[in-house]
């Protein structure tokens, strides 16, 4: 595969998201216009997340709607997001918190990931509430296509065709409720992470090594407030 040496080759299809502006409502008018460019910015900076942040094999939560990535106005509700996959276990584990609502919804891709949503979707969904997890309650809940054999705990079932997992929350009360603290493990085993072999690649040659030896850790000055 060959790779472009400069990065505006690989932002070319943006134009054509701009030049989607005539088939809009109101493609004359600076107002809109200005909303239809800031929200293609919007999903260009998201995909960030959601292709460099982690992957199934070490997921993590993301950003995925809120009152930045808004995608349309929802003001009541957050959303997080990992990617999965279907033929691994994963336990989900935290405070429930006390807003309202904390749900998960797993399915085989997470909107904007595709141009179009495979279908059958591998769409499931598993409430907190539904699982009997009181507000401000700690709970686990395993999530895999299968029981694990012998668990009794919360367990929640995913697609085999899972490739996403996204969290919602919905608040009421603003001022008085507490946000949810989550965490997410894949519980197979599985090779360390990209990121996890780059740094100890670097941290193996012999330049790091020099400079490490040339200014402890502990010399470096710390900057303060």
């Not at 996959?85 to 909107?111: E, H, K, M, P, W």
């Not at 670097?202 to 400079?211: H, L």
Request: glycine letters at 6%; hydrophobic letters at 30%.
């Amino acid at each position: 595969m060959q790779t472009e040496r400069d990065l505006l080759p690989y932002l070319a299809d943006l134009e054509g998201a701009i030049g989607n502006l005539r088939n809009t409502w109101r493609p004359e008018d600076p107002a809109y216009r200005a909303d239809v460019c800031r929200q293609t910015m919007m999903s260009l900076s998201y995909a960030y997340f959601m292709y460099f942040h982690a992957d199934a094999e070490h997921p993590d939560w993301a950003p995925l709607w809120n009152p930045v990535y808004t995608l349309q106005p929802n003001p009541d509700d957050i959303y997080v997001q990992s990617p999965i996959r279907g033929d691994l276990t994963y336990r989900v584990s935290g405070n429930r918190g006390t807003c309202r609502i904390l749900s998960f919804t797993s399915q085989a891709a997470l909107s904007g990931t595709v141009d179009t949503m495979p279908q059958p979707s591998g769409h499931r969904e598993c409430d907190t509430n539904d699982l009997g997890i009181g507000l401000g309650e700690n709970f686990s809940i395993i999530f895999s296509a299968e029981r694990p054999a012998g668990y009794e705990g919360h367990w929640a079932p995913i697609d085999r065709s899972a490739r996403g997992l996204f969290t919602r929350y919905r608040m009421y009360d603003w001022e008085t409720e507490v946000d949810p603290v989550l965490s997410i493990e894949c519980l197979d085993p599985v090779p360390p992470s990209r990121a996890f072999r780059r740094r100890r690649s670097c941290t193996a040659s012999p330049k790091w090594r020099s400079c490490r030896a040339a200014r402890p850790i502990s010399t470096i000055p710390c900057r303060t407030a």
